[in-house]
């Protein structure tokens, strides 16, 4: 089931870039809304929904933005969402920055704990991945590969080719350890990596209480000095590890468990729960965030594919030929309905083997025969005809007309050897013999028509 929280909690800090002190409260929301951010220091109230789509900038950290209005660094705060098992919220800032924190997910997963998790009526939908999934970051070097498995677990590997940080492994064999394996997991910065924000004026926020320093380079006393006066520290050294000793780390490869930290936050843009291992060389924000991209798009694509109609041949229909003839009142060359293969309340689903027998053949495209349009039109009217007729005591004496057709839109021909799906289902109720459709046409798994329709069921005129 999904999950939100109890209460609403509240957490500040300062912005890492800004500078800013920002409050930042976690709120529940209602099942199939999402996690959602909403700056409160901006008039128009407009939510930025976690989507990859809305990234924007990801060169110091995940940057979202939506209609203009912009949230810098979320990935730690999607992290502890996501770690904590929670679907929908909504984080309220009054700022466009996250606060930083001690530069990980602690503070964060221990304010939605002080929440408390809520479990929602609503079932929660699942990424699960069933084949392997590749991604190569050929600008980052960056690889992904997903694998199916029963939880989602990842594992992730760091090669700065640096002397002070070099290869680290870190492993989440299961979700629901980030809080104590990840979570805590500070961020970390190369020396030169520091001069060069300082000299953008950014980390206004940064006092080496929420960052690692690797010193990749000699360093002499005077400049040690320099670094302490301005992070307001009495002194600072460097450790034999090439670390400045401003903190002490949790676990030796604290560095690979942040970035992994990273990859969970990033893949919460993908837009739903994962289930699947995921295998991450060398991942950093951009490459996380395209690979999020592919999965959502992966997850868009699984879901037009759950709508495909799935015709088997050898299955007997719920209307053959002759039954539809004792419904409707079309015979050749206008009866374009075979089989009916599924019916309920609300939809249908019908077929029409297209041959190169057909009239229309003849005279349309000989040369290169294609089905008309209009034709097609017609045959998703007759299944859908069926589908009120199908409701009535005396189907044969009624007939189906016509009121209005819209948004029509041609895909792909249909020619001789097709078996032309037809998938019809109510856009309302239906109300006085009227009925409203959307239907689409399938050849195998691709939409070749798709169109709504409105019709009205008319007892014929001579039985009344």
């Avoid at 770690?83 to 930083?100: K, L, T």
């Avoid at 090439?242 to 002490?248: A, F, Q, S, V």
């Amino acid at each position: 089931m999904q999950n939100t929280i109890k209460a609403p909690v509240t957490v500040s800090g300062v912005g890492l870039h800004t500078g800013q002190t920002v409050t930042l409260s976690f709120k529940p929301s209602e099942e199939d809304t999402g996690i959602r951010f909403l700056r409160t220091d901006v008039d128009d109230k407009v939510f930025i929904e976690a989507d990859a789509d809305y990234v924007i900038d990801t060169s110091r950290g995940t940057t979202l933005e939506k209609d203009g209005i912009r949230l810098l660094t979320v990935e730690h705060v999607l992290a502890a969402i996501t770690g904590m098992d929670i679907d929908n919220i909504i984080v309220e800032v009054n700022c466009e920055e996250m606060p930083i924190m001690d530069g990980s997910s602690k503070y964060y997963v221990e304010a939605l704990e002080k929440a408390g998790i809520e479990k929602q009526n609503a079932n929660r939908q699942y990424f699960d991945i069933q084949e392997t999934i590749r991604f190569y970051d050929e600008e980052k070097d960056c690889e992904f590969i997903a694998i199916p498995s029963e939880k989602y677990r990842i594992s992730s590997m760091i090669d700065y080719n640096s002397k002070v940080l070099g290869s680290q492994y870190a492993v989440l064999d299961d979700i629901s350890d980030f809080k104590n394996e990840i979570a805590s997991c500070r961020t970390f910065v190369f020396l030169h990596e520091l001069e060069y924000l300082l000299k953008q004026n950014l980390i206004k926020g940064g006092d080496l209480s929420n960052a690692f320093v690797f010193v990749d380079r000699p360093i002499e006393q005077e400049e040690l000095d320099r670094l302490a006066r301005l992070f307001n520290k009495p002194s600072v050294a460097v450790r034999s590890e090439g670390i400045l000793n401003n903190l002490e780390p949790y676990f030796a490869n604290e560095p690979a468990r942040h970035k992994l930290l990273d990859i969970v936050g990033d893949l919460t843009l993908a837009g739903k729960k994962i289930k699947g291992h995921i295998v991450a060389s060398k991942p950093g924000h951009a490459s996380n965030v395209k690979f999020a991209r592919h999965i959502k798009k992966l997850i868009k694509k699984k879901l037009s594919e759950e709508h495909i109609p799935i015709y088997n041949p050898d299955k007997k229909p719920i209307f053959d030929i002759n039954d539809i003839k004792g419904m409707l009142p079309h015979r050749y060359p206008f009866l374009l309905v075979d089989k009916i293969i599924e019916i309920s309340d609300s939809h249908v689903i019908g077929v029409k083997n297209v041959t190169t027998n057909e009239s229309f053949f003849t005279g349309h495209f000989p040369k290169e025969p294609v089905m008309p349009g209009v034709l097609q039109i017609e045959a998703m009217a007759q299944a859908g005809g069926i589908l009120i007729l199908s409701t009535v005591e005396d189907p044969e004496n009624y007939s189906t007309y016509f009121l209005k057709i819209d948004n029509v839109k041609f895909k792909q021909k249909v020619v001789p050897g097709d078996t032309l799906i037809l998938k019809c289902n109510l856009i309302s109720p239906v109300r006085r013999g009227i009925c409203h459709m959307k239907c689409v046409g399938y050849v195998g798994s691709k939409i070749v028509i798709e169109a709504e329709l409105m019709a009205q069921i008319v007892k014929n005129p001579n039985l009344q």
